[in-house]
């Protein structure tokens, strides 16, 4: 279960309105780090977006940097992380919708602590323009296949990052 305690506002001041003025903004999405404990919300959530079940990969990524582990306070969408060569590869990132992609998106690069790299699908929408905005440029073209089928495998609309292309 999780903490209220350790969540913290994607934005500063998120949710305040103003004395004698209701906010008609809903607040930015809020999230917390993720643990051990989350495992198997996360690869429930993870498996609608991707298609398969995959949480021994999920449970892998976690261990390998898991103070990059981070998951929305309502537990509608998560991002994972881990090391590289030359960069950390900041992903898979699933969400609900798009507020909570750029809020996890934002997080995990507020938080690496030095390059980074994000495999982002087509459908990645305003985490494209998140990446970007970041500095983020382009490198190489990411393209899912499958044979014998013409409608993609899960739901490729929660899927705001990969965790690389030889992992998915």
């Given at each position: 279960?999780?903490?209220?305690?350790?969540?913290?506002?994607?934005?500063?001041?998120?949710?305040?309105?103003r004395?004698?003025?209701?906010?008609?903004?809903?607040?930015?999405?809020?999230?917390?780090?993720?643990?051990?404990?989350?495992?198997?919300r996360?690869?429930?959530?993870?498996?609608?977006?991707?298609?398969?079940?995959?949480?021994?990969?999920?449970?892998?990524?976690?261990?390998?940097?898991?103070?990059?582990?981070?998951?929305?306070?309502?537990?509608?969408?998560?991002?994972?992380?881990?090391?590289?060569?030359?960069?950390?590869?900041?992903?898979?990132?699933?969400?609900?919708?798009?507020?909570g992609?750029a809020?996890?998106?934002?997080?995990?690069?507020a938080?690496?602590?030095?390059?980074?790299?994000?495999?982002?699908?087509?459908?990645?929408?305003?985490?494209?323009?998140?990446?970007?905005?970041?500095?983020?440029?382009?490198?190489?073209?990411?393209?899912?296949?499958?044979?014998?089928?013409?409608?993609?495998?899960?739901?490729?609309?929660?899927?705001?990052?990969?965790?690389?292309?030889?992992?998915?």
């Amino acid at each position: 279960m999780l903490r209220s305690a350790s969540c913290r506002s994607s934005g500063c001041g998120a949710g305040a309105a103003r004395i004698g003025r209701p906010s008609r903004r809903p607040a930015p999405p809020t999230w917390c780090s993720a643990g051990p404990e989350n495992l198997d919300r996360i690869a429930a959530i993870d498996a609608l977006a991707f298609g398969a079940p995959r949480g021994r990969l999920l449970a892998g990524l976690m261990t390998r940097a898991p103070g990059h582990a981070l998951m929305l306070a309502d537990g509608s969408g998560f991002v994972l992380a881990r090391p590289g060569r030359a960069a950390l590869q900041i992903g898979p990132l699933v969400a609900a919708d798009q507020a909570g992609a750029a809020a996890l998106l934002r997080t995990a690069l507020a938080r690496a602590p030095g390059p980074v790299i994000v495999d982002l699908p087509e459908s990645a929408g305003d985490a494209a323009a998140i990446a970007a905005a970041a500095g983020l440029v382009q490198e190489r073209p990411y393209l899912r296949m499958a044979l014998g089928r013409r409608e993609p495998f899960g739901d490729p609309g929660r899927l705001f990052a990969i965790a690389g292309p030889e992992l998915g």
